[in-house]
């Protein structure tokens, strides 16, 4: 089994920025984002040479691994309110990702982010 442990969430200001942190007990290939109602953030393939964003997203948030680490990051900037949720970190035993929650075979507890106007 695949465990992973997200970080990096708390409370910043409309306009601010956090960044995550989603670590693996073991290798992992494709990783995703999601938050609130299943609703895709970002994703990543194993190389990390292939990116992909939600909507609501794009231009504002970057994903990002480090294999050697076994570690994803998301990098949140320019934050608005609706930005608020608890953030899932999700692993596929795949090397590319996909944008449905059911793609992903393991998924972390969550990191809580609130972002105050």
């Known amino acids: 089994q695949v465990q992973l442990v997200e970080s990096g969430g708390g409370l910043v200001q409309a306009g601010g920025s956090l960044r995550l942190s989603c670590a693996a007990s073991?290798?992992?290939?494709?990783v995703g984002w999601f938050r609130k109602d299943r609703e895709f953030v970002a994703g990543i393939s194993w190389s990390?040479?292939?990116?992909a964003y939600g909507d609501s997203v794009k231009g504002r948030f970057t994903i990002s691994r480090d294999n050697a680490k076994n570690t994803v990051y998301l990098q949140m900037n320019n934050l608005k309110a609706d930005d608020t949720a608890v953030y899932y970190c999700?692993?596929?035993?795949?090397?590319?990702?996909?944008?449905?929650?059911?793609?992903?075979?393991?998924w972390g507890q969550g990191t809580q982010v609130t972002v105050s106007s």
């Open positions: 073991g290798r992992t290939y494709a």
């Open positions: 999700a692993a596929a035993r795949s090397v590319n990702f996909g944008r449905a929650s059911s793609a992903y075979d393991y």
């Open positions: 990390g040479g292939v990116t």
